[in-house]
């Protein structure tokens, strides 16, 4: 058997450590590495994980097995480290398993090895008005793999990046946002064209400030970046500015942990309708991942209904909105920024609320164009650059 394909996966499994030892227990198998971490594996899991080509197909790289199709009790009837340092398994009923262990080590879950996966993760590199943009180029990002990377990483840790030397030809936020992947089209088109409209659809067309938000908090998932692409911009005023909104919610949370609480707990419902269409979402406005970590803020007061809370739960919801649109409003939060003609901002539209100022349409034209992506769309570009 070929080592490189004993898993089911595309991505290569570094050797970080080498087995050494392996030892047979009542419901599982205790492997020792080189490092001296010991790591038990039950007879389940590694059954379960077999990447034999019966258990899982090598085309796909998809399991096939089912679980339950093997007895709960089967046993190893031998364990051993073979010629190539790979966990050997034979079972009771003659099944043959064998372990990579750059692979297996990847997968273990012993305590420490858990949580240096945990370790690990990407981590959001919260920000403030000091922030230092990351910029980058235009040519760049269409032409080399290793520039590509470096933004989609800075789209991911930081949430809030610009891009420069853009063509100017509407459509051409297109090509950029397909180096990604797929655009998420919704009711306002693949590419939105933000114009001050007599017709407006939305508060956004219009020549007002808009307060800082999230786009189509109306959507049960909220696309995960937004796209912002400056073709004219010759009006007075319209500057962008951008707060994030992690770095919010963690201040809220040691500020007023009271007020961070409502915002958690307490759904809020956003409305974007039209003649066409009616979307609404009920949510609260601060979502948290099952480690108790700020993974989503969904805000935009204009598209905000009214509130439906209880009695008791009114006043809190009332006191705590308040807090949180006071905060974006404050200058330590706040990049403020005029984007030119051929620039364009790429964010996180989850954590990066943005905004920005009135502008008056008497004094020039101002055009921009826009689009989405999902942040998986994001996530599995990058880990497939990173292969
Ligand atoms: C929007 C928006 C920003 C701008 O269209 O949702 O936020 O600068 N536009 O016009
Ligand atoms: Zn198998
Ligand atoms: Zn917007």
New binding site residues.
Partial sequence: MNTAAAFADFRTYPLISALTGVQAMADRVLVKWADQRVSPFHHQWLRDNCPCPQCVYSVTREQVLEIVDVPQNLMPGDTAIDAEGCLRVEWQDGHLSRFDPGWLRAHAYDDESRAERLAGKPKSRLWHSDLTLPVFEYQALMNDHEALLQWLLAVRDTGLTQVRGVPTEPGSLKLIAQRISFIRESNFGVLFNVQSKADADSN?YTAFN?PL?S?LPTRELQPGLQFLHCLVNEAEGGESIFVDGFAIADALRREDPQAFKSLCEIPVEFRNKDRHSDYRCLAPIIALDNLGQVSEIRMANFLRGPFDASVEDMPKLYRAYRRFIAMTREDRFRVVQRLNPGELWCFDNRRTL?ARNAFDPATGARHFQGCYVDRDELLSRILVLQR
């Fill in positions: 956004a808009l938000h786009d943005h």
